[in-house]
């Protein structure tokens, strides 16, 4: 069941809950609605599928990790997961993903923003997001709902800081 209702600017309204944990059919389910290009840019490089113990460690939740997945109204599987994994400091690494069908609506944003409070309230003050080099949206989109304070290449990735007390 859904805990929040979230009406971006121009998009669908949302649906949003937390991630049970354990919950790996909904982590598979979003997977699923991914294009390649999409999982690329998600998981860093190629990945055809996730492993039995991938899906296990996304669908872990517990006091260090939290997942907010969002379903749109009208369709019954989910179109969107973001989490986060905090560490022993006041800061946690975050990731999304947004169904293809669904790109471009707001609805990344949206469910990004609401992860964020969630961060704040649980005195979470930095974030840090790694992203790769040819996915400008993922560093647009933490621009529009973050501060971001650094960005600089981790390998070949981007690492996206961001202070959002």
């Known amino acids: 069941m859904h805990t929040r209702v979230i009406k971006p600017r121009h998009g669908p309204t ?6 049970e944990r354990g919950d790996e059919a909904t982590v598979g389910e979003v997977f699923e609605r991914l294009g390649a290009d999409s999982r690329r840019a998600r998981f860093n490089g190629p990945k055809p599928c996730l492993t039995p113990a ?3 460690q996304l669908a872990s939740v517990d006091r260090s990790h939290h997942a907010l997945v969002a379903y749109v109204e009208g369709d019954p599987r989910p179109v ?4 986060l994994a905090r560490d022993e400091h006041n800061s946690a690494e975050i990731a999304f993903a947004v169904a293809d069908s669904y790109q471009h609506r707001g609805i990344g944003s949206a469910l990004a923003a609401e992860l964020i409070a969630d961060a704040r309230a649980a005195g979470i003050t930095e974030i840090t997001a790694f992203a790769s080099s040819d996915n400008p949206a993922a560093l647009a989109l933490l621009r529009r709902t973050a501060d971001v304070l650094d960005v600089h290449f981790e390998g070949p990735e981007l690492s996206i800081r961001a202070a959002i007390a």
């Not at 949302?14 to 991630?19: C, Q």
């Open 54 to 56: 991938e899906l296990q």
């Open 14 to 19: 949302l649906l949003v809950r937390p991630l």
């Open 80 to 83: 969107a997961i973001a989490r």
